[in-house]
């Protein structure tokens, strides 16, 4: 064949391809259940899939690495937990392993076989930094937990799962799903008892940014009117702090919110609504509300994010949710109403504060 019949065999072929192709295109697309057995509608991202990927992307930065192991608090209470709670022949899952600094704890303290799980690219390092330290009876699985399995349920569940906000790094749906498949019935979690804390408080004066509309008088200017413009979402009235020298004082006695045991919890246990009342014993202006965490294991040995406690584990927040300003006397009373849709994402909370004075009541 010749080079230009040739040409225009190739050309004839081509174009009857394409028709052949569009008149089957047009074909599948006719009706709505060929359309979607062969064109399938993008798969979209479900919350948990995206704070999934969320949580890979942060944890295998080393920065998010550093600044937990540089947290003295915390890495004292779990070298202080794991000591006190792992015998010599446990055999231990490590929940989110990262650099396996817990795993080599457990490991040193005599666990029979620790199972060392992350799905973070941090693991990577963890099993270099393993067999660098001499630690021999760790198995490293590359995988989220709810994807690893074992034959035999172990002794104990280790984990480092602990949000600012207790809830907000998943700590709860992972922990039990390990639980419920993996531990023994009379297995231990460490640690397992958490309390939330959310307190009305005084901001430190040289600390406290106001609402935009509660600037009355900025050398003579007046922003009162802004009040019109108040923002609605959750975001603009919850701020997250590191900063222990912002609050000054708490204005009545601290209690638990929320307390939990992982050893018993569900996710539909935990409460979406929460009220409680506070007596003012210590006078000052209501700023807002303070949200931190404490995890217990004995009751000389906790862990806290208080931003008022002298031994708070530095690296965690706190969450300040903000409120109109008022000025408490002491025997004030306070009633403060938490409702969450999702106790993991901070952004759908709403709070309330109703004050009580001698007489009179605001909201
Ligand atoms: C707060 S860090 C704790 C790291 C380490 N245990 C420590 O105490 O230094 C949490 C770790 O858990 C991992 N992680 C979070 N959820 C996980 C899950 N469901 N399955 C496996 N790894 C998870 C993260 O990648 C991260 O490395």
């Not at 899939?49 to 930065?61: A, G, H, I, L, P």
């Not at 231990?188 to 939330?196: G, K, N, R, W």
């Not at 303070?290 to 406690?309: G, I, N, T």
């Amino acid at each position: 064949m010749s080079l230009s019949s040739l040409q225009r065999f190739s050309i004839l072929v081509s174009r009857r391809v394409r028709r052949a192709s569009s008149h089957l295109g047009q074909w599948l697309r006719g009706s709505p259940r060929r359309k979607a057995w062969f064109y399938p509608p993008a798969k979209v991202a479900t919350p948990a899939e995206k704070y999934r990927q969320t949580n890979v992307d942060y944890f295998s930065d080393l920065h998010a690495q550093e600044r937990m192991l540089a947290d003295q608090q915390r890495m004292a209470f779990y070298h202080e937990a794991i000591s006190r709670k792992i015998k010599p022949g446990d055999r231990v899952i490590d929940l989110g392993t990262g650099t396996g600094i817990l795993a080599a704890f457990a490991s040193r303290q005599g666990a029979a076989r620790v199972y060392a799980v992350d799905h973070s690219s941090i693991i990577e390092h963890a099993k270099q930094l393993a067999a660098e330290n001499g630690i021999e009876n760790v198995d490293f699985e590359d995988v989220h937990s709810t994807k690893f399995y074992l034959d035999e349920p172990v002794d104990v569940i280790l984990h480092e799962q602990i949000g600012d906000f207790l809830f907000d790094e998943a700590m709860v749906p992972n922990v039990c799903d390990l639980r419920d498949r993996l531990l023994k019935p009379d297995g231990l979690i460490l640690p397992s008892q958490f309390e939330l804390f959310c307190e009305p408080m005084t901001l430190h004066d040289d600390r406290r940014v106001p609402y935009i509309w509660e600037l009355t008088d900025v050398h003579g200017f007046d922003f009162s009117s802004m009040e019109r413009s108040r923002p609605q979402d959750a975001e603009y009235h919850g701020l997250v702090s590191c900063d222990p020298g912002v609050v000054k004082h708490f204005l009545g006695e601290p209690a638990p919110m929320v307390k939990v045991d992982l050893h018993t919890i569900t996710e539909s246990t935990l409460p979406l609504q929460v009220t409680f009342t506070r007596k003012v014993t210590n006078a000052g202006l209501l700023d807002g509300l303070v949200v931190f965490m404490k995890a217990k294991v004995d009751d000389d040995l906790v862990l806290s994010s208080s931003p008022l406690d002298p031994e708070r584990a530095p690296h965690w927040g706190f969450r300040i949710l903000r409120l109109d300003q008022s000025d408490l006397e002491i025997g004030d009373e306070l009633e403060v109403t938490l409702t969450v849709k999702d106790w993991a994402d901070p952004e759908t909370w709403r709070w309330t504060c109703g004050v009580w004075g001698c007489e009179d009541f605001t909201d």
